[in-house]
């Protein structure tokens, strides 16, 4: 069983920076790959970016490539996306979850964060 909770969302200008965390509960969390998704009002939740179970691999959807940056501490059971040059469609809720194997569709990851409000706004 994993429990994941995400922190570090808020309200930023265009062109600012947040990092978001997602610290996990579980002794195997250092097993699964992690991946952030975002949702906003009426738009389907996607996949911003993935990294794999020991954080070699990392994945990006196309529209935060060189913009944001994912990584994991396992020591720390954390996983981090540092967002730099915010734009406001990025604002959105933003979502950690955990694979067992790594994915990128949604339906494979097996536990969920509550979230965290991204909003970018001048």
């Known amino acids: 069983q994993v429990q994941l909770e995400e922190s570090g969302g808020g309200l930023v200008q265009p062109g600012g920076s947040l990092r978001l965390s997602c610290a996990a509960s579980g002794r195997t969390f250092s097993m699964y790959a992690v991946g952030w998704f975002r949702q906003a009002p009426g738009k389907e939740r996607e996949l911003v970016a993935g990294i794999n179970w020991n954080g070699d691999s990392q994945y990006y959807a196309h529209f935060v490539k060189g913009r944001f940056t994912i990584s994991r501490d396992n020591a720390k059971n954390t996983v981090y996306l540092q967002m730099n040059s915010l734009l406001p469609e990025d604002t959105s809720v933003y979502y950690c979850?955990?694979?067992?194997?790594?994915?990128?569709?949604?339906?494979?990851?097996?536990?969920w964060g509550q979230g965290t409000q991204v909003t970018v706004s001048s």
């Open positions: 979850a955990a694979a067992r194997i790594t994915t990128n569709q949604a339906s494979g990851y097996n536990y």
